[in-house]
């Protein structure tokens, strides 16, 4: 049999990898306590002290001795208790490795009594209970962590370092409970004063007003789930995944179904290596989820981990999808019936541009009797590419490209779950040359392609011949359309396209029918754009996951002409 400290001290080493996890267990045990206000002090990143303060429920005298001891704890009495985890902490043990590898002190009082008691514990030595001064809830002080097991006190790194992930810690907790008070002192400074908030105040607080500011709250519950929190839109992406908090049932998690289904959400919003940032709290029944597979407690099992991932993804897509309207700007929220016509009919009309008089009168704002749209009036366009709109906040920036793309794809996914994508004869077909793969691709997916809206035949040696097109795509380049259509069904077949590769292909479509840089459009043509973006799910972002539009207020062209100063 191994000598208790020292099962005590490979305890720790699971339990305790560095500062950041003392600082975790003490904070989750203040939270279980009831804590409405905690106070942590740092001394060298947390090496030296590490020091947690609450006003909880704080603990009897003659339990005291108890919660140093391995595998004691008021949280859980039973198996069935175990199994229906509703505290962050359970297992009765964190405090007990700790103790084993620092020297700890507790002094607490609980509510219901009038005096204090101070325990002491040095590398798993306990002294006795003294009596202590100090109002109700607990204190708990960790100092020279790993004092006696200097091997592993040589694996920390430098105080900066240490500190980096205490201060990771402390924000993850702080957000899933905004309305705990926390404050935060590292060597005699405080770095972090937080009072009780609402959410989306406490994430302006920890990660940024321009973060907070650009999302959308999410408020969704089925089949016995919720998800609650803040969802970044595309103007909220970040470099790095360094902005993305999920907690299920109140604890912080690193799960990789929860993070595939965010990435899902996101697929088509976001560019390149861009990252979503976001805060989610998902609440489930505890019998649906294992929290006992980690000895650090930051992982998690589901018992239906599908319907968890399909939950989580659509409540996301869902609240980053309604039009314009929800992005995070300053001006009326869409209402009332589409203005102007539908934007495929309008970019048909293919006119000159209008005289100055008729397009100053096209761009004139509304009587002060009606409500403006959000996306406001079309001024004008700039170099062929950009559309310069008045909107009740200021000036709206408009890549006309990139929003037709997301508006065209949209319409095609429509129509595909619909089963109703309409096609046009083309005037003069499409003949493209192929090579016998595509040509057999072609003759062997003709039901796909039909679903697609293209009729394609093979018409001689090497050659195909399209004759109908999506009517949406049918001004557009068909015969490079008909190749990345082939393309995808050869490399990942038709059912893959039709399913898991079907938004790929649609941004795809939708790119050789967009409308393109450098087309002159009048300003009906303009307008009916902007209209048609507002009724449009996801318009924020292309099918690349770029911005279509940026909203300057009248506040940020004050600052840039100095305005007031």
Same mark, same amino acid.
């Given at each position: 049999?191994?000598?208790?400290?020292? @099962?005590?001290?490979?305890?720790?080493?699971?339990?305790?990898?560095?500062?950041?996890?003392?600082?975790?267990?003490?904070?989750?045990?203040?939270?279980?306590?009831?804590?409405?206000?905690?106070?942590?002090?740092?001394?060298?990143?947390?090496?030296?002290?590490?020091?947690? &303060?609450?006003?909880? &429920?704080?603990?009897?005298?003659?339990?005291?001795?108890?919660?140093?001891? =391995?595998?004691?704890?008021?949280?859980? $009495?039973?198996?069935?208790?175990?199994?229906?985890?509703?505290?962050?902490?359970? =297992?009765?043990?964190?405090?007990?490795?700790?103790?084993?590898?620092?020297?700890?002190?507790?002094?607490? /009082?609980?509510?219901?009594?009038?005096?204090?008691? *101070?325990?002491?514990?040095?590398?798993?030595?306990?002294?006795?209970?003294?009596?202590?001064?100090?109002?109700?809830?607990?204190?708990?002080?960790?100092?020279?962590?790993?004092?006696?097991?200097?091997?592993?006190?040589?694996?920390?790194?430098?105080?900066?370092? &240490?500190?980096?992930?205490?201060?990771?810690?402390?924000?993850?907790?702080?957000?899933?409970?905004?309305?705990?008070?926390?404050?935060? /002192?590292?060597?005699?400074?405080?770095?972090?004063?937080?009072?009780?908030?609402?959410?989306?105040?406490?994430?302006?607080?920890?990660?940024?007003?321009?973060?907070?500011?650009?999302?959308?709250?999410?408020?969704?519950?089925?089949?016995?789930?919720?998800?609650?929190?803040?969802?970044?839109?595309? #103007?909220?992406?970040?470099?790095?995944?360094?902005?993305?908090?999920?907690? @299920?049932?109140? =604890?912080? @998690?690193?799960?990789?179904?929860?993070?595939?289904?965010?990435?899902?959400?996101?697929?088509?919003?976001?560019?390149?290596?861009? #990252?979503?940032?976001?805060?989610?709290?998902?609440?489930?029944?505890?019998?649906?989820?294992?929290?006992?597979?980690?000895?650090?407690?930051?992982?998690?099992?589901?018992?239906?981990?599908?319907?968890?991932?399909?939950?989580?993804?659509?409540?996301?897509?869902?609240?980053?999808?309604?039009?314009?309207?929800?992005?995070?700007?300053?001006?009326?929220?869409? $209402?009332?019936?589409?203005?102007?016509? !539908?934007?495929?009919?309008?970019?048909?009309?293919?006119?000159?541009?209008?005289?100055?008089?008729?397009?100053?009168?096209?761009?004139?704002?509304?009587?002060?009797?009606?409500?403006?749209?959000?996306?406001?009036?079309?001024?004008?366009?700039?170099?062929?590419?950009?559309?310069?709109? #008045?909107?009740?906040?200021?000036?709206?920036?408009?890549?006309?490209?990139?929003?037709?793309?997301?508006?065209?794809?949209?319409?095609?996914?429509?129509?595909?779950?619909?089963?109703?994508?309409?096609?046009?004869?083309?005037?003069?077909?499409?003949? *493209?040359?192929?090579?016998? *793969?595509?040509?057999?691709?072609?003759?062997?997916?003709?039901?796909?392609?039909?679903?697609?809206?293209?009729?394609?035949?093979?018409?001689?040696?090497?050659?195909?011949?399209?004759?109908? !097109?999506?009517?949406?795509?049918?001004?557009?380049?068909?015969? +490079?359309?008909?190749?990345?259509?082939?393309? &995808?069904?050869?490399?990942?077949?038709? +059912?893959?396209?039709?399913?898991?590769?079907?938004?790929?292909?649609?941004?795809?479509?939708?790119?050789?029918?967009?409308?393109?840089?450098?087309?002159?459009?009048?300003?009906?043509?303009?307008?009916? *754009?902007?209209?048609?973006?507002?009724?449009?799910?996801?318009?924020? $972002?292309?099918?690349?996951?770029?911005?279509?539009?940026?909203?300057?207020?009248?506040?940020?062209?004050?600052?840039?002409?100095?305005?007031?100063?």
């Amino acid at each position: 049999m191994l000598p208790q400290l020292l @099962v005590s001290q490979i305890a720790a080493g699971e339990v305790v990898e560095r500062p950041a996890s003392v600082l975790k267990e003490l904070l989750e045990n203040s939270l279980d306590a009831g804590a409405t206000s905690i106070a942590v002090t740092l001394d060298e990143g947390g090496v030296r002290r590490v020091q947690v &303060e609450d006003d909880g &429920e704080g603990i009897a005298r003659e339990d005291l001795p108890l919660s140093l001891a =391995r595998h004691a704890t008021s949280k859980i $009495s039973s198996l069935d208790d175990l199994e229906s985890v509703s505290t962050m902490g359970f =297992r009765g043990e964190a405090l007990a490795s700790i103790a084993a590898v620092a020297r700890v002190a507790i002094a607490s /009082r609980a509510r219901s009594t009038a005096h204090g008691s *101070l325990l002491r514990c040095e590398g798993g030595a306990l002294g006795e209970v003294e009596p202590a001064a100090r109002a109700a809830g607990t204190t708990v002080t960790v100092a020279d962590l790993y004092f006696n097991t200097p091997a592993r006190r040589k694996f920390l790194k430098t105080e900066a370092t &240490e500190f980096g992930h205490c201060d990771e810690v402390f924000r993850r907790i702080a957000l899933a409970r905004p309305g705990v008070a926390f404050s935060l /002192r590292h060597n005699s400074r405080a770095t972090r004063q937080l009072r009780a908030h609402e959410l989306a105040e406490r994430a302006a607080a920890l990660l940024g007003t321009d973060i907070a500011q650009a999302c959308v709250p999410i408020q969704v519950g089925a089949g016995g789930m919720t998800l609650t929190g803040l969802a970044g839109t595309p #103007q909220a992406a970040q470099p790095r995944a360094d902005a993305q908090y999920f907690f @299920v049932n109140g =604890r912080y @998690v690193r799960d990789r179904v929860l993070a595939h289904a965010a990435r899902e959400a996101y697929a088509q919003l976001l560019h390149g290596e861009r #990252q979503p940032a976001y805060v989610l709290f998902l609440r489930l029944d505890p019998r649906a989820v294992d929290v006992n597979v980690h000895p650090a407690k930051i992982e998690v099992r589901f018992r239906d981990s599908r319907a968890v991932h399909q939950f989580v993804r659509h409540a996301v897509e869902r609240a980053l999808s309604p039009s314009a309207a929800s992005a995070p700007v300053a001006y009326a929220t869409l $209402s009332g019936p589409s203005h102007g016509p !539908a934007i495929q009919a309008s970019f048909a009309l293919a006119q000159p541009a209008a005289s100055y008089q008729a397009f100053m009168a096209a761009a004139a704002p509304l009587p002060a009797s009606e409500q403006a749209p959000p996306l406001g009036f079309a001024l004008g366009q700039l170099h062929g590419i950009y559309i310069l709109a #008045q909107n009740e906040a200021g000036l709206v920036l408009v890549d006309m490209h990139a929003a037709h793309e997301r508006i065209l794809m949209e319409r095609l996914k429509k129509g595909i779950d619909d089963g109703t994508v309409a096609r046009q004869r083309l005037l003069v077909p499409a003949v *493209l040359s192929v090579d016998a *793969l595509d040509a057999a691709t072609a003759e062997e997916n003709q039901d796909t392609l039909e679903r697609l809206g293209l009729e394609m035949a093979v018409s001689g040696p090497n050659e195909l011949t399209v004759r109908a !097109a999506p009517v949406l795509l049918a001004s557009g380049d068909i015969a +490079a359309l008909a190749r990345n259509v082939l393309k &995808e069904i050869r490399d990942y077949g038709a +059912a893959a396209v039709l399913a898991g590769r079907q938004n790929e292909l649609l941004a795809t479509m939708a790119c050789h029918g967009a409308v393109r840089a450098n087309r002159a459009l009048t300003p009906p043509e303009m307008n009916a *754009l902007l209209r048609e973006m507002e009724e449009t799910e996801r318009s924020g $972002s292309c099918n690349h996951g770029r911005p279509t539009w940026y909203q300057l207020t009248m506040a940020d062209l004050d600052k840039l002409f100095l305005r007031g100063r």
